[in-house]
């Protein structure tokens, strides 16, 4: 093979480390998050780009750049895509997407600067009261959740404590029993809209809480993918679909500090995006961000930057078009951008193809212009 490792992605890895030429908009992202985080003021931005251009690859990189520095934590899910309610929302794109070993570590954080005797009455009943006031805003069943959490993970340290699991239930909007209830001493289950907005919101204010010395993330970042859909439930259901963006704006509300949410939208044209948005999500957006389609001297160098990358250990390392020539990469641009937009997607699905074709072929000899021609003639 001409690399050790394929090189060429139509769907995102998970972890996406690799980022190959756009250095503007890497610089202008890096800067624009960082300054996010920063300013600790809550924030909205958008990111909208054709199909392909790589917004979810994006969203994936920053979220392994940030996580390598463990003071900020990512919350990436794509928007689901068949939700009525916003609690479908909290379930499938947003608690769903959490760590929640992470959150986990954080809740035995505050649980043991709060309580810094350890088991004492007292100071717990102290604990409690300085959790519903300070994170769950007085909501006394999601501060007793938190601080059995933390509890449970600081004297045990097992995440598979029959505690820590009833209360990653409770907390997920699984429906408990009276007898699992009393267990964990609340009241009630997640049942409204408005339980699972009060519950995003003091899950933020948890992950993000630095009182009292607790440990607490500097900023999350909640990425929201394929927005788009959206439009699907407008035309589904105008109320529904207002009502779900009335409660992402709650949710933002009730945290002025340390979040950022991002949507991310698949669009030809600014104006589309903006309409699936109601007016008090747009009003709070501080920023957008274009990922246009690449210029064929980007793709080049987008080309270039990902087949040297020293992950797919390219069996000629120091031959920097290897195993194309230069004017089969650049034939390979030409012919993509005759029938297609450049973007990462349909270069990635072209060099796939070419690349897999010389494999059966050709190989090891280096793919030319002349076969690069043939491949395209085939297809058409």
Not at 38 to 64: D, M, N, P, Q, T
Not at 184 to 190: A, D, F, I, R, Y
Not at 272 to 282: G, T, V, W
Request: hydrophobic share 40%; glycine share 4%; with cysteine.
């Amino acid at each position: 093979m001409y690399f050790k490792n394929w090189p060429f992605r139509v769907v995102p890895e998970r972890t996406s480390e690799l980022w190959a030429d756009r250095k503007k908009l890497l610089e202008n992202m890096l800067s624009l998050l960082k300054g996010c985080s920063e300013k600790k003021r809550s924030s909205i931005c958008c990111i909208w780009g054709y199909v392909g251009a790589g917004k979810s690859h994006s969203l994936l990189h920053f979220k392994w750049l940030f996580e390598k520095e463990r003071r900020i934590t990512v919350i990436y899910s794509p928007l689901p895509k068949q939700m009525k309610r916003y609690a479908h929302l909290y379930q499938h794109g947003f608690f769903n997407a959490i760590n929640f070993l992470s959150f986990s570590d954080v809740t035995a954080d505050i649980w043991k600067k709060l309580n810094p005797k350890g088991i004492d009455a007292r100071g717990e009943m102290k604990a409690l009261e300085i959790v519903n006031n300070e994170i769950s805003n007085n909501w006394l069943d999601m501060a007793q959740v938190i601080m059995i959490l933390g509890r449970t993970i600081a004297l045990t340290g097992s995440y598979r404590d029959p505690l820590c699991l009833l209360s990653q239930a409770w907390l997920s909007g699984e429906r408990l029993s009276k007898r699992e209830l009393r267990v964990l001493g609340v009241t009630s289950n997640l049942v409204d809209d408005s339980d699972f907005v009060r519950a995003t919101s003091c899950i933020l204010r948890t992950l993000t809480y630095r009182g009292n010395q607790c440990n607490g993330y500097d900023t999350v970042f909640w990425m929201l993918d394929d927005c788009h859909f959206f439009a699907a439930i407008k035309q589904a259901s105008q109320k529904n679909f207002a009502t779900i963006q009335q409660c992402l704006r709650d949710v933002f509300d009730a945290c002025p500090d340390n979040l950022c949410l991002i949507l991310s939208f698949a669009s030809r044209d600014v104006t589309k995006f903006r309409e699936l948005l109601i007016e008090d999500l747009l009003n709070r957006t501080t920023a957008q961000v274009e990922i246009a389609p690449l210029t064929l001297e980007d793709s080049f160098d987008f080309v270039l930057d990902l087949i040297n990358n020293e992950k797919f250990g390219k069996e000629k390392a120091e031959d920097q078009y290897y195993p194309y020539t230069d004017d089969a990469i650049k034939s390979i641009i030409k012919y993509i951008s005759q029938e297609a937009d450049l973007t990462p997607r349909e270069i990635m699905k072209h060099l796939d193809e070419v690349t897999t074709r010389a494999e059966k072929e050709i190989y090891p000899k280096r793919i030319t212009q002349d076969f690069v021609k043939t491949v395209f003639e085939r297809v058409s």
